[in-house]
Every structure is written in C-alpha cells, then in structure tokens.
C-alpha cells in the first residue's frame, strides 16, 4: 500500500478539477446508459422557471418542487415567472422517437436551459430523479445530455413485515429511497407463521394480539393500507402484496383452526381474498407464495390461481414451490445461478442469491455490484427482472436494527445500479474482483458514487458501509492444526518477515475464504481444507498517534439463521484473532455472550454495524495487522450454525 499525503491528495483533486470539471459533479447512480458531459455549467439559483404544458403530471411537478425546494432554488411557472434570468426548464411529454421505451427519458442541459423528454410520465420523473442527483451543494448543474432506460423493466425490493412489523413512516422512507433510485415494484410480504398483519373486517379477530407470537398487536388498518398504495402511486412504483398460500400460514390456521389446503380453510381463504379484492381495486399482481409447504391437496395451487385470477389479479408465486401453473411468474429463491433463456412460456423474476439477511454488510456491496440478473445482461420476454430482498427470520429488538444488521440501503442502491445498468459477471462473486474491461466494472469507481451518495442523502439514516476497496490483504497458509483451532505458530512471531512468501493476494475489508455455499460461491481459497489455520497480513498507514475505530467481524451471523452468539473472551466461536503491531486486540465484552441461536432471542452486539467500532491503539506511520484464520470442520456446529470462513477489518472512517 501506497502512502498518499495531503499535498499529494489536494494535487490531485486540483488536477481532477482542472482536467474533468464537469466529471467532479456528475456522479450519478444508477449511472444512465449514455452520458455526454460538456464543459460548463448552469446556475440555478436564480430560479427555475417551468415552461410548456404541464396537465396531467402533478406528481412529477410535486417531485420537481420538493427538489427545488430542498436545495433551496426558487421555483415558478412561465406565467409567473419571479426572476427574469431563471434558468428554463421543459418538460416534454410523448417525446418522439421513445415511445416503445416506457420508462426512457432524454436529459439535457445547456446555455439554454433544462429539458427533460420522454414517452410516458414514470420517464419524466425518472429523469428529473437523475436531474435531482445533478444538483451540486452551490446550486449548478453541469452541461450534459442523457439518454437513457432501464435494463430490466421489473426492479422490486421485498420488505418482510409479517415477521419483524415496521411502522409506516418507515416503510414510506424505503419507498422514497426506491423512487430516488428508480426501483418500480414494492414487494410486501405481510402473511407469516408468526402474524397475519393486515386488518379484516370480516375475521377482525385474525389481526389479534392474542393471534401474533411476534410484535403482538403490530398490523396495518385498512387506511393505512391504502396509504401504502397510494404512497407507491404516486412514485411509480407498483404495489405487489403478497398473501402466502398454502405454507407460511400457521397465524390462518391458529384463527381458523383448520389447514389452508382443507376444504374449509380454501373457503375462509377465499372469503379474505375476496374481501382484499374489492378493499383495494386495481392492483395488477398478487403474490400468492407456495414455497416451503407439503402440498397435501394437489387441487389446491390451481384452484386458488383460477380464483385470484377470477378478482383481476396475475399472480406470482416463489420457484421452487408448489405446483404453480404456467401463466403464473416465477420468482427463483433457490439453487445457484443458471441462465434464464429466452424461450418458453413461462417468466421469470430473479431473487436467487438477492436475500441480504445472508449477507455481511460489506459483502452486500460487493456481490451485489457483480450480479449478474438472471445470468443475463439485459431483459427478455421470459425475464422480467429481479427482487432485493430483505427476510430477517430471526427478531429484531426494534425495527431500526433491520438497516444495521442488514445493510438496506447500502444494498438498494447497488442493486439499483445493476438491475437498471445491466450487465455484470456471470457466476457470484464474494469477493473484490480485478477491474472487468470488457464490462468496464471497476468495484473502486462505483464505490466511490456510493460513499458520495452516502454523503449527500443518506446523513440521518443507517447505511452501514465504509470504504474498503483501498484495502489489500497477503494471505498466507495453510497450516495443518489437527482440529486445534488455538494452536498457534511460527508466523504469529515473524509475520512481516520478508522471506514468507503470500500463497493470495486479495482486496477489501470483507475478505471470504470460503462461503457457506461453497459449491455456487467461489472463496479466495481455490481448494479449502478443514482442520487448518490461515493467515491474512497487511499494513495500515496513519498521520498521527493514539486511538483510532476499526470495523472488525468473523463469521457474518446471518439474520435468518439461529446462530449461537461468541463465548466469552473469544471473536468467534472459531478461535480467530487480530494482532496489531504485535499486541493481540482483546475481542468486545458481549452482551449475551454464549447465547444459544435462537430466533426468537434477538441479536444485540454480534455484528460489527451494529455496536460501537473497536478502539485501536496505532502508531504514527505504518502499522503492522495480523488476522488468525483457524477452521475445523465446514459443517459447524449443526446446520443453523453454519461456519462462513471470513473475516472483516477496515477503518471506520
């Protein structure tokens, strides 16, 4: 690792300016499929006046207010223009030449203003969502024109409140996230095992304290259903409620006392069904689940399609499941990745290795930002697109801790770019990949849109991620220790010595030798072997003496495993150690050390995004870093506990 001083840093922002004026602002994500920067820019705080017709848009005149308004720019209309030399602004509806293209828009800014053209409304406010992005904290916008649309016409995020309740303003917060980032389907899974959480007026007592084993008492009434929905409207964003049948259902049977699949629980179901129909006209989809269920009554899937179809509905169901028929879309959970081609008749929508509860926190980045959808680089008829989703199994203390554990946003925002991008690596990825040419990925250059976009919109919420792409590992082993995991050896005394020779080189403060799914998920280790011990190496530099916080973390706990908290004195229950100059770093005094998994028993203090980041003692200059990486046995201790061999170090800063 290079040592970059502030001179040397302040050079280079001076260069960068000088060379690329316009590229210092211009850092947009999802980035558009074609952008040409100008040199120059416009001023925008003498006002923007809006010109052309305007009827029929108001929610994207709502939109354009709320951005001017945030960035302090006065805002009028041609008939009441409030300053002479504000900037123009057109907005064109039924732009020729796009109107194949639903969610496409054209973006340009130039000496004579602002225009922004598109075929259909969600593309104009698409692209005043790139406009918003373009404003700089001194009111200008740089010179450019954009073309640009979506990849994948089907980009959904799933929010789980069936087992971990969340308030509505909440919701309402992911909802304003997604619509920033051009996500257009709300997935909302609100039938479980643990609650039903939408209110009945017909089976009131479904929703019932005494009826939910989890955030008892926790549901949505009906206005605030409709809230919800019109909420998603308004942003372009469809609504797709999902109500699980026959499996996920044991909240129906506690009421009902029957089994959804029996001949009376078809009927009860029918009755809610039929009541949520006409409560909330005009959904176009309704998720009917069908996974990890025993289907006992092979009439039931077809019999519930038919009917659901019979209310207006398309349906969706989860794949592998239970027999779905054809015209439903499949949404794959499952399995590694395989290509989705484009013939057949059935579709597809991808949400395999897209459940982020899985998911280190700095691994959510990095996997996400290769991700390839479907193992396709675009859309095609039998594939729509793709599904972010958020299952935490295990509950939560509050449901704030959902965006620690979980990473959402920091994963929504990669999954924006991709999914609206395209393209990607085929296979999955754990790990920081070698700059791609051929598609351009450069993990460091995304990165760095994040951290900026961290910055500028996300100050006052959770986004747990740091930078970590500067980060470079020698990793070195293995070393044979019979299934003892605390054996020590020689390197720990002499570990910088110049004559060890690294077997790896690697990149990131989220390093994954092998992953729990280690036949579709390639480790840095080309062939891991239990019973041996590994050791990763590098140095860290620093201006100046004393404290400083690290992120550190082994293992990844997944949110929907029942994983036993670390003993006592231990980082992991696999032994693994730190050492900064020479000194091993004593490891958190847990909260609920030893805890036996439990998903009932939330987590605390395990992971590393959500308790306070480890003090470290460095010196001024460069400081040496050890990482102790034993493993026994892949297996774990049973398969709830299953052993990621991993480690994460970075600074949090």
Not at 20 to 37: E, F, I, N, T
Not at 621 to 628: A, Q
């Amino acid at each position: 690792m290079k040592k970059h001083g502030p001179i040397c840093f302040l050079f280079t922002l001076i260069l960068v300016g000088f060379l690329h004026p316009v590229r210092a602002q211009s850092d947009l994500l999802p980035m558009p499929q074609k952008v040409s920067w100008q040199n120059g820019i416009l001023d925008l705080r003498q006002g923007i006046t809006l010109e052309g017709d305007t009827s029929g848009i108001d929610r994207e005149l709502y939109l354009l207010s709320e951005v001017m308004k945030a960035n302090r720019i006065p805002f009028s209309y041609a008939k009441n223009r409030s300053a002479p030399r504000s900037t123009v602004l057109n907005l064109t509806l039924n732009a020729r030449n796009m109107r194949e293209k639903k969610e496409s828009y054209r973006l340009t800014i130039s000496t004579t203003g602002i225009t922004v053209a598109a075929s259909t409304k969600s593309g104009l406010y698409y692209g005043l969502q790139t406009l918003k992005q373009l404003i700089t904290a001194q009111g200008t916008v740089p010179f450019c024109s954009i073309e640009d649309e979506p990849a994948f016409p089907w980009r959904a995020f799933l929010v789980d409140v069936g087992r971990n309740y969340q308030p509505l303003e909440m919701l309402k917060e992911q909802i304003d996230i997604m619509a920033q980032y051009k996500l257009n389907v709300f997935h909302f899974h609100f039938t479980e095992d643990i609650a039903w959480r939408l209110s009945s007026k017909r089976y009131p007592g479904l929703t019932d304290s005494t009826n939910m084993t989890r955030w008892a008492g926790q549901s949505y009434t009906e206005q605030e259903f409709r809230e919800l929905i019109k909420y998603c409207s308004d942003r372009h964003i469809t609504f797709l409620p999902e109500i699980d049948m026959p499996g996920h259902s044991a909240a129906f049977h506690r009421f009902f006392g029957v089994d959804m699949q029996s001949d009376s629980g078809m009927v009860f179901l029918k009755e809610l069904l039929h009541e949520f129909a006409n409560t909330y006209p005009g959904l176009p989809y309704l998720h009917i689940g069908g996974d990890e269920v025993k289907i006992t009554n092979p009439n039931f899937m077809g019999e519930m399609t038919r009917y659901v179809e019979s209310l207006g509905f398309k349906t969706l169901g989860w794949d592998p499941g239970g027999n779905l028929m054809p015209q439903t879309i499949r949404q794959l959970w499952m399995g590694g990745p395989k290509a989705i081609e484009p013939d057949g008749a059935l579709i597809y929508i991808d949400s395999k290795h897209l459940y982020i509860n899985h998911m280190d926190p700095l691994e959510t980045v990095t996997t996400l930002f290769y991700r390839q959808i479907g193992e396709q680089k675009k859309a095609h008829k039998n594939l729509w697109g793709a599904t972010l989703c958020v299952w935490p199994d295990r509950a939560v203390s509050a449901p704030e801790d959902m965006f620690l554990q979980n990473a959402a946003y920091p994963a929504m925002l990669t999954f924006a770019e991709r999914i609206w991008q395209g393209g990607g690596l085929a296979g999955w990825k754990a790990n920081i990949q070698p700059v791609d040419q051929e598609e351009n990925l450069s993990f460091s250059s995304f990165e760095k849109r994040l951290l900026q976009h961290k910055e500028k919109f996300f100050k006052n919420l959770p986004f747990p991620y740091v930078k970590h792409s500067h980060i470079t590992w020698e990793l070195i082993g293995p070393f044979p220790n019979e299934g003892k995991l605390t054996q020590a050896f020689s390197i720990e005394k002499q570990a910088f010595d110049s004559t060890i020779v690294p077997t790896y080189h690697i990149t990131g403060g989220t390093v994954i030798l092998r992953h729990w799914w280690a036949d579709v998920i390639q480790g840095v280790l080309a062939q891991p072997q239990t019973n041996t011990t590994w050791y990763a190496r590098t140095k860290i530099w620093s201006d100046s003496i004393g404290y400083q916080p690290f992120w550190i973390g082994f293992g990844n706990l997944s949110r929907s495993y029942a994983s036993d908290s670390p003993t006592k004195d231990t980082w992991d229950n696999l032994h693994s150690a730190i050492q900064v100059n020479g000194k091993w770093i004593e490891p958190p005094i847990w909260r609920q050390p030893g805890l036996k998994g439990n998903l009932e028993k939330p987590l605390l203090d395990e992971g590393y995004t959500f308790r306070q980041p480890q003090q470290i003692y460095l010196n001024k200059g460069w400081n040496h870093v050890l990482i102790k990486l034993p493993m026994g046995s892949f297996a774990g201790r049973s398969w709830d506990n299953p052993n990621k061999w991993m480690f994460t170090f970075v600074p949090y800063r």
